[in-house]
């Protein structure tokens, strides 16, 4: 079992950036792809970013390539994502995830691949 609290979200400007953490417990995250994803309002979940479990592989979304960056630290059992250049429609409930890669599939894409979710932290980008 793995426990995930996001961090790091709030009201900023547009233009500014933001840094989410994701802290897990219950178990290392060494071995688990993970994932941000977000849910603006009226709208489904999507992926943002995802990593590998050794960090080397990564994944954007087209709409925050360029802007944001997945990171991970496994020695601290966390993960990161910094959004830099925040626009209005970044503005989203921020999930962070976990779940099992494998060796022809590094990086994990899709909500249904992963296995455990955080309970979200509020990004709002204001024009």
Do not use: H
């Not at 609290?5 to 950036?17: D, K, P, R, Y």
Request: aromatic share 12%.
């Amino acid at each position: 079992q793995v426990q995930l609290v996001e961090s790091g979200g709030g009201l900023v400007q547009a233009g500014t950036s933001l840094r989410l953490s994701c802290a897990a417990s219950g178990r290392t995250v060494g071995t688990y792809a993970m994932g941000w994803f977000r849910r603006a309002p009226g709208k489904e979940r999507v992926i943002v970013a995802a990593i590998s479990w050794s960090g080397d592989s990564t994944y954007y979304a087209d709409s925050v390539k360029g802007r944001f960056a997945i990171s991970r630290d496994n020695a601290k059992n966390t993960v990161y994502l910094q959004m830099n250049s925040l626009k209005p429609e970044d503005t989203a409930v921020y999930y962070c995830a976990a779940g099992w890669g494998t060796v022809n599939r590094l990086v994990l894409t899709t909500e249904k691949e992963y296995r455990y979710w955080g309970q979200g932290t509020q990004v709002t980008a204001s024009s």
